[in-house]
């Protein structure tokens, strides 16, 4: 997260996980930085609450007046939400794992951005389901993509 606030102007994360992850040492670590907000996320019996969060925030870019975001994903469940953003005129990013291409590949038919990003370890197939927006980025942590986070964050602060 280092390496990525370094090269945004406005960095605030939003990390959508269940509670017990404040348990965590590395999370508790993570959670002191002043920029770190963390909105835990019951589990349920049915559905995906990390993912109907991510909705929210995605339905809440798409009427908003802001410009542009970044979604770091595996899964395919927001292409919906993408599309009509693309289609609002809203810039979007998206970050898959290259092991989850055809992924990738749903995100560019959609109209937005794709980025596929090298895992460190070549047993990861996912990643968790993460947004960015404009100043204000929003994402689960994955620190194997730090980096590649990082210069993908300072590219689009830097588009106008």
């Known amino acids: 997260m280092q390496e990525a606030a370094s090269s945004c102007e406005a ?9 017990k992850r404040i348990e965590n040492r590395t999370w508790q670590k993570l959670l002191m930085d002043e920029r770190v907000i963390f909105r835990p996320v019951k589990r349920v019996a049915d559905g ?3 993912d109907s969060a991510i909705i929210d925030m995605l339905e ?5 007046a802001a410009s542009r975001i970044a979604l770091l994903t595996s899964d395919r469940d927001f292409v919906p939400f993408v599309s ?24 560019r038919k959609a109209q937005a951005e794709v980025h596929v ?3 460190d370890k070549p047993q990861v197939t996912r990643s968790k389901p993460s947004c960015f927006q404009e100043g204000r980025e929003r994402y689960e942590s994955l620190p194997r993509f730090r980096e590649s ?11 106008n």
């Open 48 to 50: 995906k609450p990390v």
């Open 11 to 19: 960095l605030d994360t939003l990390i959508f996980a269940e509670p």
């Open 149 to 159: 986070i990082a210069q993908k964050c300072s590219r689009l602060s830097n588009v």
């Open 84 to 107: 009509r953003a693309c289609a609002n005129g809203k810039q979007v990013l998206v970050l898959v794992t290259e092991a989850r291409i055809h992924v990738a590949d749903l995100y």
């Open 60 to 64: 809440s870019f798409i009427a908003s």
């Open 117 to 119: 990003l090298k895992a």
